[in-house]
Antibody, heavy 122, light 108 residues
Framework: QVQLVQSGAEVKKPGASVKVSCKAS????????MHWVRQAPGQGLEWMGI????????SYAQKFQGRVTMTRDTSTSTVYMELSSLRSEDTAVYYC???????????????WGQGTLVTVSS | EIVLTQSPGTLSLSPGERATLSCRAN???????LAWYQQKPGQAPRLLIY???SRATGIPDRFSGSGSGTDFTLTISRLEPEDFAVYYC?????????FGQGTKLEIK
């Protein structure tokens, strides 16, 4: 069965960077895109971007351009999301989610990781 | 970017009733690339509907999606106790793949 297992909670200071991992299993890793979505406490969902694990190409939401980097390691079936220059507003649960039925980067998020809480506080 | 507006913000209904949730876009959603998700407290979202009207694997047939262009609807024909949650629509045809702000479905 498809499983996405994310790394544990992080506490970071403003200005620092955080790198969240998402290890996939139960399917061919390079055959499906991976989204990253975040959710601030008590708020809605916010799409951050998407990565194609096959070639490593990415597409980021304009809001995060220059601050976010999505990468993958095909040897371990893991994708990573690194967010830099953290500020308090980046405190959120970060989710990875497998993209299905993709036409280019146009795909819905089918299977989701459990989420990783990132807290930014001085 | 495409802005999705969901209504109502909160919907109070009883088990057994019919729920109708709306998602309106400020411009046409490409190829009906519209999905609906359910989220319960402390859990990751769960895909319900993709392509505006296709049910995801394992989703009960009381959930149905409809619409095209700028107006989309999620209907739950007969509410079960486990259906009370927050529902989000998302368009994935244009970057960024924006979400609506959510509709909270609560027990009346």
């Amino acid at each position: 069965q498809v499983q996405l297992v994310q790394s544990g909670a992080e506490v970071k200071k403003p200005g620092a960077s955080v790198k969240v991992s998402c290890k996939a299993s139960g399917y061919t890793f390079t055959s499906y895109y991976m989204h990253w979505v975040r959710q601030a406490p008590g708020q809605g969902l916010e799409w951050m971007g998407i990565i194609n694990p096959s070639g490593g190409s990415t597409s980021y939401a304009q809001k995060f351009q220059g601050r976010v980097t999505m990468t993958r390691d095909t040897s371990t079936s893991t994708v990573y999301m690194e967010l830099s220059s953290l500020r308090s507003e980046d405190t959120a649960v970060y989710y990875c989610a497998r993209g299905d039925l993709c036409s280019s980067t146009n795909c819905y998020a089918h299977y989701w990781g459990q989420g990783t809480l990132v807290t930014v506080s001085s | 970017e495409i802005v999705l507006t969901q209504s109502p913000g909160t919907l109070s209904l009883s088990p057994g009733e019919r729920a109708t949730l709306s998602c309106r876009a400020n411009q046409s959603v490409s190829s009906s690339y519209l999905a609906w998700y359910q989220q319960k407290p402390g859990q990751a979202p769960r895909l319900l509907i993709y392509g505006a009207s296709s049910r995801a694997t394992g989703i009960p047939d009381r959930f149905s999606g409809s619409g095209s262009g700028t107006d989309f609807t999620l209907t739950i024909s007969r509410l079960e106790p486990e259906d009370f949650a927050v529902y989000y629509c998302q368009q994935y045809g244009n970057s960024p793949h924006t979400f609506g702000q959510g509709t909270k479905l609560e027990i009346k």
